[in-house]
């Protein structure tokens, strides 16, 4: 891929990925929610949610702002740690452009430190959020080739894309 050889774009189910570190596009909450949300917290168990819960009782008591990033336990998913990160909701009006970016940044910076090699990512805000796709997508994998540099210990990163249109505009980004 031309952004960087370490960036796949994968069509498929974000919570069937085996890697270090699955990226969660969480709520504000930290409790589920829909969409990729609540898939990890359905099929990663019971874990995830206490550990999250923790959180909130703790540092996170008025829950995460959005672009930061947080880790639990994968539960009973196939990777060993969910990263937690809450994209912006689009706005036609507002440039949220670098929040999405630190998404992406922090989500990195959160793998780095728990000696991740390898990570899977949805496309953060491009759900419920409404951010339009092309837009995340550029967003997305030039911040993630640009972090990359910095984590060098990360030597896979995925793109887990849930539709064809959606994969379709990330790779039309990557090229």
Not at 65 to 76: E, F, I, M, P, R
Not at 119 to 133: H, Q
Request: glycine share 10%; proline share 5%.
């Amino acid at each position: 891929m031309p952004l960087v050889s370490l960036i796949e774009l994968v069509l498929g189910d974000i919570t069937e990925h085996e890697v270090d570190a699955v990226v969660n596009a969480a709520n504000s909450s930290l409790l589920g929610g829909g969409g990729v949300d609540g898939a990890i917290h359905r099929k990663g168990g019971p874990d995830i949610l206490a550990e999250c819960r923790k959180l909130r009782a703790g540092h996170y008591g008025r829950g995460l702002k959005t672009g930061q990033a947080v880790a639990t336990t994968a539960g009973l998913l196939p990777a060993r740690w969910v990263i937690h990160t809450v994209g912006p909701v689009w706005s036609p009006t507002e440039d949220r452009s670098r929040l999405l970016a630190d998404c992406y940044r922090n989500a990195m910076h959160v793998a780095a430190d728990l000696d991740a090699r390898s990570i899977a990512f949805p496309a953060i805000s491009t759900g419920i959020y409404r951010w339009p796709v092309a837009s995340a997508a550029e967003i997305a994998l030039t911040t993630v080739a640009e972090t990359a540099k910095e984590t060098p210990g990360i030597t896979s990163v995925r793109m887990v894309l849930f539709d064809q249109s959606t994969y379709d505009e990330f790779a039309a980004a990557a090229r």
